[in-house]
């Protein structure tokens, strides 16, 4: 996580657990550093924002950036001039939140400047069981359309493969098994798997990446 | 078929092109354009139509000329969309035209918010249009939920020609949930012989209409539709009881509030206090009967929902004046937490906070 350029963008279908695993990230990265800013850059998704999560991940040293339309009820496509502060500043580490998809990844476009290949990481989350990245043809796809929208390169898969509270270790190596195939005609390694805390102990030791414990803080306990 | 994790918008999409949907159309509005995303990226390639109407009130009378055809079509939108469209409604209503049509409801009144909420169901069970209609209405509480009434709304339109609702709360078209899509036992459908499929010179014309002149013949037409609307009320009404054997306060809600209900009855239970719920599947026909088998342990009742007391009115029918009728809800896009219900139900078992 320490090796991890200070620029990290998280990608992925919607549903592929991408908020998710940059709140986890971004909480698990602040225990070692200072200076993590956590910016919500979803201008496709109303509901289910890392914004929303702004009290829960202060106490953490994680700061939230998002937009300067405050409350859940907008979803205008704004997004706030915060975040070039710590794009700028070389000291911070910022991770950029992407909402939904390639339409969601044109966001991006516009911090095209601070993208310079070896001083960033866009980790591409995915989920085997949502529908549209079921194989590697859709995961390429999917990679292939953020990567033109985002106008940066991937460089890392992120194996979050899950059906929420009912994933199975079958799932995750499911899941494994596609990055795997996708890891190797592109080229890139796989740096995490994102695995719900209950099942981290049962997955096999010699997994490539770094096994990230999920604990669900989008989702409600009552869901 | 394999579970996949999918939204419930594009669940609910999912679920109507596998009932046989080829045509939709609508207008976008959050919390459900998942839903027509999926309709225009799917339907093409099944051969199928989707189109993005002007407006709601012409997706809706879109709907009208399609349905007359004899298509399985579906349109969608969310609360102030599904104001403007209950107009085309009743004329589907009255032209006896199959279609179903889903509301992802958010905040009102007026424009309101995107958050989730219940407030539509007056609008939805009372008929936002004009007339004498009823048309059944679906609240999923769960993603499968959603994916198999969809399709059930399909087969239920076409048995009684008329139109059917299918409404989650924003919650429920946003959120994320395993689903799989089984091969449901299907009715036996009427042949679809008053459809206007062209007569090749064979037979007379075929009319779609909701306009009567005389008015003997509209009242027979009224008894005709109102007989049908019995039968459902007899047939298709749907709910689930929860933990209501031995309750203390017996609980309704529907939807995602269901859930929230559920959680807060099994953490009451936790601390000694027996709660139960009775859960509408079907807000029209609304389950009357299931009223009755509420236990003599019950000393009251309590519905909980995301509006100021809507529901209540049915609860208190229901009811028949036997039990006290308590009420809690949030509005406006907030959600209620397990906790604000279960000091609710200590206030009304006199524990107080």
Redesign the interface.
Same mark, same amino acid.
């Given at each position: 996580m320490l090796k991890d350029n200070r620029i990290r963008m998280i990608i992925g279908h919607y549903g592929s657990g991408k908020t998710e695993f940059a709140v986890n990230y971004a909480i698990n990265l602040a225990k070692e550093v200072g200076n993590v800013a956590l910016a919500d850059l979803d201008v496709v998704n109303p509901y289910f924002r890392s914004r929303e999560k702004y009290e829960q991940l202060q106490p953490f040293g994680v700061s939230v950036l998002s937009s300067y339309v405050k409350g859940s009820g907008s979803d205008l496509p704004a997004v706030s001039a915060d975040v070039l502060a710590p794009l700028q500043d070389k000291v911070s580490n910022i991770i950029l939140d992407v909402g939904g998809d390639s339409m969601g990844a044109r966001t991006l476009g516009r911090y095209k400047e601070y993208f310079v290949p070896g001083e960033y990481d866009m980790f591409c989350v995915v989920n085997a069981n949502r529908p549209e990245t079921q194989d590697v043809a859709g995961v390429l796809h999917h990679i292939d359309t953020i990567e033109r929208a985002a106008r940066a390169k991937v460089t890392g898969l992120i194996n979050n493969t899950h059906l929420l509270r009912h994933t199975t270790v079958e799932d995750v190596i499911k899941g494994q098994e596609l990055c795997k195939k996708v890891s190797e005609v592109l080229n890139i390694p796989i740096k995490y798997i994102g695995v719900i805390e209950a099942l981290v102990e049962e997955l096999p030791k010699d997994l490539e990446g770094t096994v990230l414990p999920i604990k669900m803080i989008m989702r409600e306990d009552w869901m | 078929m394999a579970?996949?994790?999918?939204?419930g918008n594009e669940a609910i999409a999912?679920a109507a092109i596998k009932a046989g949907c080829k045509h939709f159309f609508g207008y976008p509005i959050? /919390?459900q354009n998942e839903l027509p995303e999926f309709m225009s990226r799917e339907l093409p390639k099944i051969g199928g139509a989707f189109v993005q109407a002007e407006s709601e009130v012409a997706a809706i009378n879109m709907i009208y000329g399609a349905a007359g055809t004899g298509a399985r079509v579906m349109t969608s939108s969310s609360s102030p969309g599904m104001a403007l469209k209950q107009e085309g409604i009743s004329y589907c209503a009255g032209a006896e035209l199959p279609c179903v049509i889903v509301n992802i409801s958010r905040?009102g009144p007026g424009l309101g918010?995107?958050?989730p909420s219940q407030a539509d169901y007056f609008m939805t069970t009372r008929g936002g249009g004009n007339g004498d209609y009823r048309h059944p209405v679906y609240a999923p509480a769960t993603l499968q939920e959603a994916v198999d009434l969809t399709m059930e709304a399909f087969d239920v339109a076409d048995y009684y020609r008329t139109p059917v609702i299918v409404m989650g709360d924003?919650?429920i078209g946003?959120?994320?949930? /395993?689903v799989e899509f089984k091969e449901t036992t299907r009715r036996d459908l009427p042949v679809k012989d008053w459809a206007t499929t062209g007569t090749e010179g064979k037979r007379k014309p075929n009319i779609i209409n909701s306009l009567a002149l005389d008015p003997a013949e509209l009242e027979k037409h009224n008894f005709k539709l109102d007989a049908r609307y019995k039968e459902m009320e007899e047939k298709e009404v749907r709910h689930e009881m929860y933990k209501v054997e031995g309750a203390e306060v017996v609980m309704v809600a529907y939807g995602t509030t269901a859930?929230?209900v559920?959680?807060a009855i099994d953490a009451l239970e936790k601390e000694g206090i027996r709660a139960g719920l009775i859960r509408p599947i079907t807000l029209w026909p609304f389950p009357m009967k299931a009223f009755k088998d509420i236990p003599e342990t019950a000393k009251a009742l309590l519905s909980v929902e995301m509006s100021t007391g809507q529901m209540i009115d049915d609860v208190k029918i229901a009811n028949e004046g036997k039990l006290p009728v308590h009420f809690f809800g949030r509005t406006g896009?907030m959600?209620p937490a397990?906790e604000e219900i279960m000091d609710k139900v200590k206030e009304i078992l006199g524990g107080g906070k």
């Open positions: - | 579970k996949v994790l999918m939204k999912a959050t /919390p905040g918010g995107i958050q924003g919650m946003q959120m994320m949930e /395993p859930r929230i559920k959680n896009g959600i397990p």
